[in-house]
T-cell receptor, first 115, second 115 residues
Framework: DGGITQSPKYLFRKEGQNVTLSCEQNLNHDAMYWYRQDPGQGLRLIYYSQIVNDFQKGDIAEGYSVSREKKESFPLTVTSAQKNPTAFYLC??????????????FGPGTRLTVT | AQTVTQSQPEMSVQEAETVTLSCTYDTSESDYYLFWYKQPPSRQMILVIRQEAYKQQNATENRFSVNFQKAAKSFSLKISDSQLGDAAMYFCAYRGFQGAQKLVFGQGTRLTINP
């Protein structure tokens, strides 16, 4: 089955530690995205990537980093510089970033708790 | 910058009845896409319906339809014959037509279905 995989579903870390969230897709999509979701708020874009080895900051990129070494993979690192890292993180992908076939497909998400 | 506003944090409806969720947006662009996404308790984001701004005809997908009022910048979602499985958070989202445009989400509306 084609889709987007995010692992793990729940992640716990101590304050001051970096943590990397995994996102893998087998949809052969070019574009991939990371969103953050907090209670009572909609999704906010952290980073997005249109092509391998290229990515752009979204609205709330501070304290996060990404890489795009393979088309299928777009890991997100939450660094110790992120002041409020506890949140639900969603990864998404689409066929291309700006074309008409722009539907974004979402993964199941990772709930990160930092104490 | 584009903004999306959902003014109803919570809505409830009796099973088999019809409910309308409201969404307004602000943009200076003439061409764009609008979306409704559903997020059930599993937290998986699912595309419900999509509307292209250049199309005058309102989009319909089975029991889901929209009322798109471009001049008023309004994009409401109507769910007919509500079912228990429709219970979820519903997010309205905007995307510009040209270039590397991101999805901008509203804050969401929590829909409860009463049996």
């Amino acid at each position: 089955d084609g889709g987007i995989t995010q692992s793990p579903k729940y992640l716990f870390r101590k304050e001051g530690q970096n943590v990397t969230l995994s996102c893998e897709q087998n949809l052969n999509h070019d574009a991939m995205y990371w969103y953050r979701q907090d209670p009572g708020q909609g999704l906010r874009l952290i980073y997005y990537s249109q092509i391998v080895n290229d990515f752009q900051k979204g609205d709330i990129a501070e304290g996060y980093s990404v890489s795009r070494e393979k088309k299928e993979s777009f890991p997100l690192t939450v660094t110790s510089a992120q002041k409020n890292p506890t949140a639900f993180y969603l990864c998404a992908s689409s066929i291309d970033l700006g074309g008409p076939r722009y539907e974004q497909y979402f993964g199941p998400g990772t709930r990160l708790t930092v104490t | 910058a584009q903004t999306v506003t959902q003014s109803q944090p919570e809505m409830s409806v009796q099973e088999a009845e019809t409910v309308t969720l409201s969404c307004t947006y602000d943009t200076s662009e003439s061409d764009y896409y609008l979306f409704w996404y559903k997020q059930p308790p599993s937290r998986q984001m699912i595309l419900v319906i999509r509307q292209e701004a250049y199309k005058q005809q309102n989009a319909t997908e089975n029991r889901f339809s929209v009322n798109f009022q471009k001049a008023a910048k309004s994009f409401s979602l109507k769910i007919s014959d509500s079912q228990l499985g429709d219970a979820a958070m519903y997010f309205c989202a905007y995307r510009g037509f040209q270039g590397a445009q991101k999805l901008v989400f509203g804050q969401g509306t929590r829909l409860t279905i009463n049996p």
